[in-house]
């Protein structure tokens, strides 16, 4: 009996890193290696190390890391284009533990862990862009699209940015779980949905919000001046959103308030629950 609860408590000991090998230690000797990648256009982070990705005009892949920990971190090209950035189990670097990238065109990122992915530039060219953030980790992008898709689930943090002149033709985010996600632009029409108990924030401009929350999450939209907002709410978070000067379509079958700013030339109201719709 006591073997085994001294081997159950190693295991917890390694599992939350309070154990480390020599092999997992990083020795302090923080290197960059370059990396062979080419022929792609979207980038999926499956671990701990911190990525960022810019615009350049030949694709580029470098690994920062202590010396001894550098063969823990592979990179490869999957099919569908995607560079993949993977490590072998858990370590303890030193020094930084990071991976840049410099790619012409990017059209999709995946972070998933608890490492962070950050994209930057990439506003010469509006592209359609999908992004995924998954655990614990957190993804920001700041680019020029022509259209954004943006999933967040679990507990990480989503930062987006559409970039550059004009409205993007349309911006769809959606979220479940306890993180948050914030985006900030201008498009013709955003669409967002938030499953569970996480936040969604919004600014900039568009033609259209709609906006559907089914859980107890919240959506801060106050900052978004939207034309016409269609708002459908069936948890019990709270919604704030900007009208400005179109029509206002709220369906509100939950214990969570609305609050609206700005005005409306026509509004339709459907309440079910005990939340208030309440104009500022």
């Known amino acids: 009996m006591w073997k085994?609860?001294?081997?159950?408590?190693?295991?917890?000991?390694?599992?939350?890193?309070?154990?480390?090998?020599?092999?997992?230690?990083?020795?302090?000797?923080?290197?960059?290696?370059?990396?062979?990648?080419?022929?792609?256009?979207?980038?999926?982070?499956?671990g701990s190390m911190e990525v960022v990705i810019r615009e350049g005009e030949v694709p580029d892949v470098k690994v920062t890391l202590d010396e001894n920990l550098q063969h823990r971190v592979r990179t490869f090209v999957s099919p569908g284009n995607t560079l993949v950035i993977e490590t072998d189990g858990s370590f303890a670097p030193r020094g930084p533990a990071r991976v840049e990238i410099l790619v012409p065109r990017m059209i999709g990122a995946t972070q998933d862990g608890s490492g962070s992915l950050r994209v930057e530039g990439f506003e010469r060219v509006k592209e359609d862009v999908k992004l995924v953030a998954?655990?614990?980790?957190?993804?920001?992008?700041?680019?020029?699209?022509?259209?954004l898709e943006a999933k967040l689930s679990g507990s990480g943090n989503m930062e987006l940015c559409a970039a550059g002149e004009g409205l993007a033709e349309w911006v769809d985010l959606?979220?479940?779980?306890?993180?948050?996600?914030?985006?900030?632009?201008?498009?013709?029409?955003?669409?967002?949905?938030?499953?569970?108990?996480?936040?969604?924030?919004?600014?900039?401009?568009?033609?259209?919000?709609?906006?559907?929350?089914?859980?107890?999450?919240?959506?801060?939209?106050?900052?978004?001046?939207?034309?016409?907002?269609?708002?459908?709410?069936?948890?019990?978070?709270?919604?704030?959103?900007?009208?400005?000067?179109?029509?206002?379509?709220?369906?509100?079958?939950?214990?969570?308030?609305?609050?609206?700013?700005?005005?409306?030339?026509?509004?339709q109201l459907r309440v079910n629950g005990s939340g208030r719709v309440i104009w500022h």
């Open 4 to 46: 085994r609860l001294g081997v159950a408590a190693l295991a917890a000991g390694l599992l939350s890193g309070c154990y480390f090998t020599d092999e997992m230690q990083g020795d302090g000797n923080t290197v960059t290696e370059s990396r062979v990648a080419t022929d792609f256009s979207t980038v999926e982070n499956r």
């Open 134 to 147: 998954k655990g614990s980790g957190s993804l920001s992008f700041c680019g020029g699209v022509r259209t």
């Open 174 to 267: 959606s979220q479940s779980g306890s993180g948050d996600l914030k985006f900030e632009g201008a498009a013709k029409h955003v669409r967002t949905r938030t499953d569970g108990s996480g936040f969604t924030t919004l600014k900039g401009v568009t033609n259209r919000l709609d906006a559907w929350l089914d859980g107890s999450g919240g959506l801060g939209a106050p900052g978004l001046r939207a034309v016409d907002v269609n708002i459908t709410s069936k948890g019990s978070g709270t919604v704030a959103a900007y009208v400005d000067g179109g029509g206002a379509v709220i369906l509100l079958d939950s214990s969570g308030n609305v609050d609206l700013y700005g005005h409306a030339l026509s509004t």
